[in-house]
């Protein structure tokens, strides 16, 4: 009797990081149901895929889901994520937050599915703690303009841990920091795609402050293995994943110029309420207990996002 594929449910599977996961899954031989309204993820991320083992469905997970026949692996990726996302659809990153994080830890219920949440660096706040390791409370504006965000991704921790301790649900946690890569949206808001889309257009670059706060950029490829190696895992988290190596906004802003050749300027503008002023993952239990770090340095991930981008924008004018 063949054997049958197993199963992986991946919400924001049309998103920039669920779409990586989608390949991810496909290539290890999995069945992938990539579910997703399209609010801020796109079918041009999956318009590549022609694989038989996978489906795409349109759906808003705030609603319900409903899934016929086994799943194994639920991946809750579903959720504005750029402060330019979740600024102008507060209510739905709420929604995603707390109703969708319910339904699809109802699914993964059901179906005795493994379950495992995507939540972010963001729960630290504007961090008094660096870098900031997993036991770390944060430092939280709950009415701020991001707590929407924020407040949505620590309840949906609260009530994946509650699944997992009163219904016996096997869940995991990943803590999320900076990601970039190919299939990130030129208008995204956040700094790697607002300085690439703002280089190659001969444009300023502009950042927020003065420049000094500092971010900790992962590449999209790291980050997969990361998940992949924590969902697999016998471990709950929450689990850090992110790059240790620290900089700050301006470095950032010249590395991109350098590599891009580009001639524009830096300029600057007023920093936004409650923008974290540090941000840098201390990613040692993910070290000891998934034998995970990254491994593609900046200067090449860049250059392969870049690619992407030029791409993206020829196709624009063309």
């Known amino acids: 009797m063949k054997r049958r594929r197993e199963r992986v449910l991946i919400t924001g599977g049309a998103g920039f990081i669920g779409s990586h996961l989608c390949d991810h899954f496909l290539a290890r031989g999995f069945e992938v149901l990539c579910v997703d309204n399209l609010l801020t993820g796109s079918v041009d991320n999956i318009a590549h895929i022609r694989h038989p083992a996978f489906r795409f469905i349109d759906l808003d997970v705030t609603s319900y889901i409903y899934i016929e026949g086994p799943v194994d692996y639920i991946l809750h990726f579903a959720s504005p994520a750029s402060p330019k996302d979740y600024l102008e659809l507060p209510i739905q990153t709420l929604k995603v937050g707390s109703l969708g994080t319910h339904k699809a830890l109802g699914l993964a219920m059901a179906k005795k599915a493994v379950f495992l949440l ?17 036991s770390y409370w944060g430092n939280v504006n709950p009415v701020g ?10 309840f949906a921790e609260a009530l994946t841990v509650a699944y997992r301790t009163a219904q016996s649900v096997d869940t995991k946690i990943v803590r999320i920091f900076n990601t970039y890569g190919p299939r990130m949206r030129l208008g995204d808001g956040r700094a790697i795609p607002n300085f690439l ?16 706060q500092t971010r900790s950029f992962c590449y999209i490829d790291d980050l997969v293995e990361g998940i992949d190696r924590l969902l697999m895992s016998r471990h709950a988290g929450p689990v ?8 700050t906004l301006n470095e950032m802003a010249r590395k991109v110029i350098e590599l891009t050749g580009s001639r524009s300027r830096i300029v600057y503008r007023p920093l936004p309420t409650d923008d974290p002023k540090v941000r840098q993952p201390d990613i040692r239990l993910a070290r000891k207990l998934l034998g995970w770090s990254p491994r593609v340095d900046l ?3 860049l250059l392969r996002t870049i690619a992407y981008f030029r791409t993206r924008l020829a196709g624009r004018r063309s």
Do not use: I
């Not at 303009?145 to 620590?154: F, I, L, N, S, T």
């Not at 850090?240 to 900089?247: A, Y």
């Open 145 to 154: 303009p991001r707590g929407v965000y924020d407040e949505a991704k620590r």
């Open 118 to 134: 995507a939540s972010t660096s963001e729960v630290y706040g504007d961090p008094l703690e660096h870098p900031q390791k997993e």
């Open 240 to 247: 850090n994943l992110g790059n240790p190596k620290e900089l």
């Open 299 to 301: 200067t090449k991930g």
């Open 197 to 212: 889309s703002q280089a190659l257009r001969g444009r300023p670059l502009t950042v927020f402050g003065d420049g000094t």
